[in-house]
């Protein structure tokens, strides 16, 4: 019974745009809330959540409407225990991360199809560290969620609180080791997944995927969050990042309201700035199947004004991708009474270009 508002939560988030590639500049936050949060407060978060996109963000491209998956409250012994066993698998997994990275990884190199096959398969092996979070039902469905809003196209960036991001290090692992979209290209190549962690516990933001696609993984602490203070104490965890004052409104300078989406100490810049970062620099597979072009060469093509990237297929299935293309340069493109001739005069020897796989 504990877990049917999981189970409905899931069910509303299947609700979601239709698969279509022109979600593709659509952002959705998916939540994940911390511990002793009930139902009442679970729903009140996200709606400070959806009121934080509508004073903050760019409406042009944040979807206001924010799914979620609840954290669900139980007694206060079994809630400290578990997230001392999230800690303890936490702690593992980055014991694992750091030696992986010393060991085969170099971070400061291009990375070759190789080092992206050796990555996968270390995913694979730090989702073995995680087994515990990742059984749980607030994994399970939270997994499911995220790859529902992915199967539509979407850019999707958790939004993650206090004990939510043990789980949202584990789904996002588990995500970039498993995840491929409808069309069969993976997520680790294509990144539309990214993570906001706010008062986090966790040792490395983001684990693994700090060091592969580091620009996706955003992180804010604040210096007088006490809750935060004593898990450093206790267990050791990243260090708070923004600093702070003591809030009247919550002298914890936890609350996910009162002290970050609403703070008095600049936290709201500094979130809505974390998160536009990682909006643009996620990454689209494919948009070729966007318009259907009237050319005898040009076969369809696709555009991201975020990431200003057009995709071209040419009528020998080849696709190429060119970097660079305005919003107005692809409207004239798709204007353009002979779209092969406005691109070969107006962007094949203009922008820099690679050949997608």
């Not at 004239?332 to 002979?338: D, G, I, P, R, Y």
Request: charged share 20%; glycine share 6%; with cysteine.
């Amino acid at each position: 019974m504990k877990y049917i508002f999981l189970v409905l939560n899931l069910l509303f988030s299947s609700f979601v745009y239709p698969f279509c590639e022109s979600n593709v500049d659509k952002i959705k936050l998916h939540y994940i809330n911390g511990m002793f949060t009930d139902a009442s407060g679970f729903i009140a978060n996200k709606i400070s959540i959806k009121s934080f996109i509508q004073n903050h963000m760019d409406k042009q491209f944040f979807i206001s409407e924010v799914s979620g998956t609840h954290n669900v409250s139980e007694f206060f012994t079994s809630q400290i225990f578990e997230v001392g066993r999230h800690k303890w698998e936490d702690d593992e997994a980055s014991d694992a991360i750091i030696e992986f990275l010393n060991g085969e990884y170099n971070s400061s190199s291009k990375v070759t199809v190789k080092e992206k096959e050796k990555i996968q398969e270390f995913l694979m092996d730090i989702n073995n560290e995680y087994h515990l979070t990742l059984s749980e039902p607030e994994s399970i469905f939270g997994l499911h969620s995220v790859k529902l809003l992915l199967d539509t196209y979407t850019r999707v960036i958790l939004i993650t609180h206090s004990q939510g991001n043990f789980y949202g290090n584990a789904i996002l692992s588990q995500a970039y080791e498993s995840y491929s979209y409808p069309d069969g290209y993976k997520l680790i190549d294509y990144p539309m997944l990214g993570i906001m962690q706010l008062a986090s516990p966790v040792d490395i933001p983001g684990g693994t995927l700090s060091f592969v696609h580091p620009k996706i993984i955003g992180h804010l602490t604040n210096t007088e969050d006490t809750v935060m203070a004593l898990v450093r104490a206790t267990f050791d965890s990243v260090q708070a990042n923004h600093t702070s004052q003591v809030n009247s409104l919550d002298r914890s300078g936890h609350s996910l309201i009162e002290s970050y989406l609403q703070g008095l100490d600049g936290q709201p810049i500094k979130i809505a700035k974390q998160l536009t970062q990682i909006a643009n620099n996620l990454i689209p597979y494919p948009m070729h199947k966007q318009n259907q072009a009237s050319s005898s060469a040009i076969y369809q093509f696709g555009y991201s004004q975020l990431n200003e990237l057009l995709d071209i297929q040419f009528h020998s299935k080849a696709i190429y991708r060119y970097e660079g293309v305005t919003k107005s340069k692809f409207n004239q493109l798709l204007t353009a009474k002979s779209q092969g001739g406005y691109f070969n005069n107006g962007i094949k020897s203009h922008h820099n270009y690679i050949k997608l796989e």
